[in-house]
Structures are given as structure tokens and as C-alpha cells.
Antibody, heavy 116, light 113 residues
């Protein structure tokens, strides 16, 4: 059974940093790209970033480029999102999603709140 | 960046009737190399995680009821729900995975009339 479990969310002040994790199981982790998608309270879905199975190819939304870094540790079946210079508009539930071009399985999400 | 625009923003349909949601991309998401449209539809029920319904514009994900269908090509796409059921109340999103950044439409909220 495919499982994706996000963690690391919480309350952080504007300008601060946070690292999200996504622990995966139930599929050959290194064979699949993984994406981060976020959803601000009461708003729609926003694609944030994606990383290839080997970790050598990454993509970012313009809204987070230069502030967020996606990475993965295939030995630990874990995906990361390092978020720096956080802004109020980064407040959202962050989902990781197994990616086979399409986002075919999503985790339950972790809430990030950026507020003073 | 490819902009995805859905219409309408919200829709109320009677039980058993047809619901139709449109999605337009700002540029073609049809690949000439494999003749596939890089378009997916997701359903998000209240308080739940998004669920994949349709990919390659018209391929239904395993387990998705056949009252859900996708159509279209190039820049214009449609999600159709025939014979609407109460459990279909949700927000529906289109999503292009043709080129990064892989953008979503703004969502269409489907309710029962």
C-alpha cells in the first residue's frame, strides 16, 4: 500500500525557515519523481516543486524559486522541502505527491503557518 | 508559464443530471511526439486530499466510476459527470503536466441544486 506522510509543519515568523519531510513507503521510491503541492486556507491547489527519482532534476514554481529547495534521500525513502525567507503568502497545507508525470497519490498534508 | 483557466468557478446541478466543467490552457499541451494531451483532472471533496480522476485528458484512473469522463485536445478540455450523485460534491481541478511549472486551474466547485 502506497503511503506518504508529511511532517515538519508549524508556526514560523516571516523571514524564518522550515524544513518539511515526506516519508514514503509501499512503492520503489527511487523510481518515481515526487512533487510538493500547496493549498492556502480556502484556496485552490498550487504546484510548488518536483524532483526526479534520482534527484538530479528539479523544478520550481516562480513564487518559490530561490527561496525553497527540494531534495531527497533515497536511502531513507524521504523527500524534503527546505523553505527559507518565508512570507505570509506561503501559509498553506503542503502535500507531497507521488509523481508518474501525473500526481497519482497524495499524502495527507502538513500545515505551515507564517505569522508574527 | 502555462495558465490553466476553468469555467465556471461554481456550478449547481440537480441529482441525476449532467455536470460539465471546462478547462482551457494558454498554450497547447498536446505533444506531437506521442499525440497525448498532458492534462489531468482531480477531485477534492470537503476536508479530503485531492484524488486523481482522469489523466492524458481522457483516461479514467482505476476505480473511478464511468460517469466521469474527460475529453478535448490542444487547449480546450472538458470534464463531464453524467447522472450526478450526491457524493460528487467537490471541487474539481484541471492540471497540466506538459511543461514545468506544472500548473493547476483555479478549481470549480460543484454543488447539488
Amino acid at each position: 500500500e502506497v503511503q506518504l506522510l508529511e511532517s515538519g509543519g508549524g508556526l514560523v515568523q516571516p523571514g524564518g525557515s522550515l524544513r518539511l519531510s515526506c516519508a514514503a513507503s509501499g512503492f520503489p521510491f527511487s523510481s518515481f519523481a515526487i512533487s510538493w503541492v500547496r493549498q492556502a486556507p480556502g484556496k485552490g491547489l498550487e504546484w510548488v516543486s518536483a524532483i526526479s527519482g534520482t534527484g538530479d532534476i528539479t523544478h520550481y514554481a516562480d513564487s518559490v524559486k530561490g527561496r525553497f529547495t527540494i531534495s531527497r534521500d533515497n536511502s531513507k525513502n524521504t523527500l524534503y522541502l527546505q523553505m527559507n525567507s518565508l512570507r505570509a503568502e506561503d501559509t498553506a497545507v503542503y502535500y507531497c505527491a507521488k509523481t508518474d508525470r501525473i500526481l497519482d497519490f497524495w499524502g495527507q498534508g502538513t500545515l505551515v503557518t507564517v505569522s508574527s | 508559464d502555462i495558465v490553466m483557466t476553468q469555467s465556471p468557478d461554481s456550478l449547481a446541478v440537480s441529482l441525476g443530471e449532467r455536470a460539465t466543467i471546462s478547462c482551457k490552457s494558454s498554450q497547447s499541451i498536446l505533444s506531437t511526439s506521442n499525440d497525448k494531451n498532458y492534462l489531468a483532472w482531480y477531485q477534492q471533496k470537503p476536508g479530503q486530499t485531492p484524488k486523481l480522476l482522469i489523466y492524458w485528458a481522457s483516461t479514467r484512473e482505476s476505480g473511478v466510476p464511468d460517469r466521469f469522463s474527460g475529453s478535448g485536445s490542444g487547449t480546450d478540455f472538458t470534464l463531464t459527470i453524467t447522472s450526478l450523485q450526491a457524493e460528487d460534491v467537490a471541487v474539481y481541478y484541471c492540471h497540466q503536466y506538459y511543461s514545468p511549472p506544472y500548473t493547476f486551474g483555479q478549481g470549480t466547485k460543484l454543488e447539488i441544486k
